[in-house]
């Protein structure tokens, strides 16, 4: 993929933010005034699976969360498309983590799935036949269409994850944030969410996806931002996902970041 690195010094330029999928321009979000992200500053070019990579308490799901205006900004621009996320909110899907969900609420995996669709039908009118259908599609695509009228509270951990994951694709965004979409689930689990995420980038869709394993960075992302607080780079994985710039994000654990890195 031949994509130009974006310039992250001075900002994202209003002119250039049409262009990208995503532009976050010096965001900052404070937690009794300390900084929890801090002069934030990405471009997201349209079209990449990009992982968000850091160590724990480094702000990856604090900078989702307020790209999505779930949390307040203490400062800060966020556009999607080059328009704020109030008029970009049809474009744009989110996996949150499998914990902050109530998996003991009355509902089946075929209405979690449904929901996905209230932004485009509205809180007041019913969905029929063909929102059904696109739900059952959208389970058939994780395989769990067999699960659809099976309450949520009996799914295993990675079939929520996948329930989750078809409540984002049958929104048909272009642009989806996943907050750990591998937190606590099996290998074939994560292989079958991987294959789904390589497929919507395949169909032109830009993925953002919180990620912990640093041995899988370069076999799953075609970008990667670094982050500890700050950024500390982004750009096409090729050239950021760098022994030095591990460093610079985790600190001094760097034998571990050898043997992410394939080195001796």
Not at 137 to 153: E, N, P, T, Y
Not at 172 to 186: C, K, L
Not at 199 to 214: I, P, Q, S, Y
Request: glycine share 8%; proline share 4%; hydrophobic share 45%.
């Amino acid at each position: 993929m031949s994509i130009a690195m974006p310039d992250h010094s001075h900002g994202v330029h209003a002119a250039d933010s049409a262009r990208l999928a995503l532009a976050v321009d010096d965001l900052t979000v404070a937690y009794n005034e300390k900084p929890a992200i801090w002069d934030i500053d990405l471009a997201v070019p349209e079209g990449v699976l990009m992982g968000v990579v850091g160590p724990n308490g480094a702000g990856k799901s604090t900078l989702i969360k307020a790209v999505l205006n779930l949390i307040p900004r203490a400062a800060g621009a966020v556009s999607f498309y080059g328009k704020p996320y109030e008029r970009a909110r049809s474009l744009v899907g989110y996996v949150p983590q499998r914990g902050s969900v109530d998996w003991d609420f009355p509902t089946s995996v075929l209405d979690v799935v449904t929901m996905g669709l209230y932004g485009k039908l509205g809180w007041f009118r019913r969905p029929g036949k063909r929102e059904r259908e696109l739900a059952l599609h959208a389970l058939d695509q994780v395989g769990l269409v067999d699960f659809a009228d099976r309450q949520i509270s009996q799914l295993s951990g990675g079939q929520q994850q996948r329930t989750f994951l078809a409540r984002a694709l049958v929104q048909d965004a272009q642009i989806y944030f996943m907050d750990e979409p591998f937190s606590a689930v099996d290998a074939v689990t994560e292989n079958a969410i991987v294959g789904i995420l390589q497929a919507l980038n395949k169909r032109g869709k830009t993925v953002l996806v919180v990620h912990h394993d640093l041995q899988t960075v370069a076999q799953y992302f075609d970008w990667v931002t670094l982050l500890n607080v700050e950024v500390i780079a982004s750009g096409l994985t090729s050239e950021v996902f760098t022994p030095e710039n591990l460093r610079r994000t985790y600190g001094g654990r760097v034998s571990y970041l050898h043997a992410a890195n394939g080195d001796a």
